[in-house]
């Protein structure tokens, strides 16, 4: 089990896709279940769509809860055999201790936390040219992932859309809320022993070699 850590922008879910298909592990990503839950309009999806049209983390009770009620249901299931990657959880210390409560609640531990390290100045850059199908959610970029036809998702035909967090006034939000939540997470798992850095702007190939080494 996992931890994948790192800014906006850094490449967290294309490298968590990789480990789900080299090593059959459950890629667990808040942003996935936010936006499930926007979509589905569920408590959740209210309380997240306010905080994340602005910019902000959603606040750590729901996040937590989120998380937990998740892993209630699934933490047995056939898909969770091998193990899990948890991306974007957690964002603060307050969820970090939560987390470890609810380790030892399912009797499971995280065996290493991967930080993806990297420049703000190239995180804006990144983050301002990505797009984002808007009906099945599928990532590109207009330079380094480019979809063959413009504006349109290889694999759905959907409109690809400029998120609102992917604003550059929100990215730059949300790299000042990283830095100032997620930051002291770096040194309570580097207290932990369990934290782990890489190089986040060689190569994604490069990346996930270094990360298959861990």
């Not at 380790?103 to 990144?126: G, Q, T, Y």
Request: charged letters at 30%; aromatic letters at 10%; a negative charge.
């Amino acid at each position: 089990n996992i931890i994948l850590m790192g800014p906006p922008g850094a490449g967290k879910g294309t490298q968590a896709a990789k480990l789900v298909e080299k090593y059959g592990l459950k890629q667990i990503s808040t942003g996935d279940l936010f936006r499930k839950a926007i979509k589905e309009e569920t408590k959740f999806g209210v309380i997240a769509k306010y905080f994340i049209s602005f910019g902000y983390l959603v606040p750590d009770d729901f996040t937590i809860q989120m998380i937990q009620e998740y892993l209630e249901e699934n933490i047995n299931t056939e898909e969770f055999k091998n193990g899990f990657i948890l991306d974007g959880f957690p964002r603060t210390i307050i969820q970090a201790r939560k987390l470890a409560d609810i380790c030892s609640m399912f009797n499971f531990k995280i065996d290493a936390v991967i930080n993806l390290d990297i420049p703000e100045d190239v995180l804006v850059k990144r983050l301002s040219g990505r797009r984002t199908c808007a009906d099945c959610g599928k990532s590109y970029h207009i330079v380094y992932n480019p979809p063959k036809k413009e504006g349109v998702c290889d694999a759905c035909g959907g409109e690809l859309i400029l998120r609102d967090d992917d604003k550059p006034e929100t990215v730059e939000q949300r790299l000042r809320v990283y830095h100032e939540q997620t930051q002291p997470l770096i040194d309570y798992y580097t207290k932990e022993g369990i934290l782990k850095e890489v190089d986040g702007t060689i190569d994604l190939e490069d990346v996930f070699a270094e990360i298959t080494k861990i």
